[in-house]
């Protein structure tokens, strides 16, 4: 099967050689519609918007304690979303983060409570566990691609897919993930508790308990920004996402570099499993639907992002923001569900501008092609 | 394992497990048919599970408006419709990525499904069983085939006339062409962009009409995971199928068969684990996209953006 290719400029913000003030036009109008409408299914059922607006500043920042909580909560999301960009870049196109978050909690927490040994050493050990179990999950997508040409978008699709029952089956087994403690009333279907000592610690800043967690997850962003920006390794790593053909004649072992590419955006979700469980921004044991759509909010954030690891960080911190305020939103009569409404309007509106200066730019370079001028930006904007 | 071919054996002769196997077919069909001409004019349209859901929801919609099943039908071909619009024209007229748009549209339909029926009381919907005499009396498939909520027997005619469309209609070769060699479609005058939304508008309206099934004929209410990913299933089916309708339908079959497999084992009394059930039919589409990818060709184009003038 031939490949499928995505075109990296439109997934990634070809930055558009357009005016700056119509692509701030754009971006103010297209944000306007996406709360405008956003305000107005609130007010359907009957909600204020300021009110539901209140509840979610309250809480995701203004409660006692709430900023933390929303850095804790933002460093799984980040640490997915980091390694889906490296993938985007390469032309990959992981959708499958949110079992491969999953994957990574279970084997995080099967380390978790058998390992022995002084608290740093568990923890280290675990969230390489976590890694090592997401990357296994997208590495059979990986193997896929490079054995049979399969896309990943479906394989990996799929394999969330399966990761469901499977979590469900190592619930029901002791020597796997479920809780070995008989005595425990509720002790079916759920993992065991890890002992305190498992568990990230937490950074005190002004009365907010911030986990430890979300410094990983922005040392492992500025790792791999370097990475991409800065070494041979990401300058192949964009080669092939722009043309895999050209990286091949190039040099670049395109089949081995997706497979890796693939396996390491599974090991960043695997080890934002590994974060969540071991962290402050989930259960301390797994339960089912542990995974919580992290994986898919990460995926977001990191399609919003446009390839930008910088642009990762204040994205996970709005969708940390709408997480954590969404708890509050009890108070107002709005259902909570508003915020993925939110989330997903805000994603589509983020879509439109570069898109649409993409296709002025073409449309603009297309017609100067035919009155011979070779520059493709016509001067005299319209 | 020796239970689960003890089940299958004695399942195999009730005429429930293919009453069951013949519903969760129908809906797979009624995806994957509008999938497969997507696909055809050259979209990897993944937004099909968000356009199943908006089916499902303005189903109940509609019939609660109107306590009519038709209406709920109608509702639901727009709400499809609608879905597929935003997709097409974000994806083929301001060329944003497409599996990008299709993500962003299964969470905004999942959350505004999801956010309305918790926020609005919605009742049951169901449309009224229509039984064809004689034919209603064949042993072990009567039932499953001929007395059936009316929304069901839709998949008869849909079925031909997606094919007609495709291979008999001059919009069905120039919807082919521009999924598989874009550049020259485009030379010879035909609006590449154009037709490939207009195939995704036909999977949106196929899709919507399975979400009014799905509710109407199946389930009889809503809930948010009444889709549940099925729609990643017809995806799966239409490569299982190696983009032929014929090859499509065998694959929603087989897709289908599994998950009443899966349903009737438990509910018959074999204790079979549930996890090898329900994550069959998924191993079962990751073998068949394994096994069929290669042999088979793809439209050449497909998920590759079409810009006038680039590569």
Known sequence: ?382 | MSELLDAIGTLAGSDALYTSAFQLTVLLVFAASGEWVAEKAGTLNISIEGMLLAGAFGSVVGHEWTGSAIVGLVVAAWAGVSVASIQANLSHRLTANQFVVGLALNVLVLGLAAFFANSFDIGPATAAVVRIPVLQDLPLVGTALFARPWPAYLVYPLVPALWWLVYRTRWGLEARSVGEDPQAADVSGIDVNERRRQAIYVTGLTCGIGGAFLVLAQVGSFQTSIVNGRGFVALAAVIFGGWTLRGTILGCGIFGFLEALAFAIPANGYSVDPVILSSTRYVVALLAVLIFATRVRQPRALAQPFVRGLT
């Open chain 1, 1 to 382: 099967m031939a490949q499928i290719r995505t075109r990296p400029g439109v997934l990634m913000g070809r930055t558009a050689s357009g005016d700056l003030g119509i692509t701030a036009v754009l971006y103010v109008v297209s944000l306007g519609v996406a709360l405008a409408i956003s305000a107005g299914l609130v007010a359907m059922v009957g909600g204020s918007a300021s009110a539901v607006f209140g509840a979610l500043l309250d809480g995701s920042l203004r409660s006692p304690g709430a900023w933390g909580l929303t850095l804790t909560t933002a460093a799984p999301l980040l640490l997915v979303a980091v390694g889906t960009i490296v993938a985007t870049r390469g032309g990959l196109v992981n959708i499958g983060q949110e079992g491969q978050v999953l994957m990574g909690a279970c084997f995080a927490g099967y380390l978790a409570v058998r390992l022995g040994g002084p608290g740093w050493f568990v923890i280290t050990m675990s969230l390489l566990f976590g890694a090592l179990g997401g990357g296994l999950w997208a590495g059979i997508a990986a193997a896929l691609r490079s054995w049979r040409d399969v896309p990943e978008v479906l394989t990996t699709l799929l394999l969330t897919f399966i990761s469901f029952p499977l979590m469900t089956y190592g619930l029901r087994q002791q020597w796997l993930i479920a809780d070995r403690d008989t005595e425990r009333v509720n002790q079916i279907n759920s993992g065991e508790q890890l002992p305190a000592s498992a568990k990230l610690p937490d950074l005190r800043v002004f009365g907010n308990a911030i986990d430890s967690g979300f410094l990983i997850a922005l040392v492992l962003a500025f790792v791999l920004a370097v990475l991409v920006g800065r070494s041979v390794l990401g300058a192949r790593i964009d080669m092939l996402g722009f043309n895999p053909r050209a990286a091949q004649r190039f040099g670049v072992a395109a089949k081995p570099l997706s497979a890796v590419v693939l396996v390491g955006s599974g090991a960043t979700a695997g080890a934002a499993g590994a974060v969540l469980l071991t962290g402050g921004a989930a259960s301390d044991r797994l339960v089912f639907g542990f995974a919580g759509n992290f994986g898919w909010d990460g995926l977001l954030v990191a399609l919003l992002a446009r390839g930008r690891i910088a642009y990762a960080i204040p994205m996970a911190f709005v969708f940390a923001m709408l997480r954590t305020g969404s708890s509050f939103l009890a108070s107002t009569g709005v259902d909570r569900k508003m915020t993925d409404v939110v989330q997903a309007l805000l994603v589509l509106a983020l879509l439109v501008p570069p898109a649409v200066i993409f296709v002025r730019n073409r449309r603009r370079s297309l017609r100067s092609d035919e009155v011979g001028v070779s520059t493709p930006t016509a001067a005299g904007a319209a």
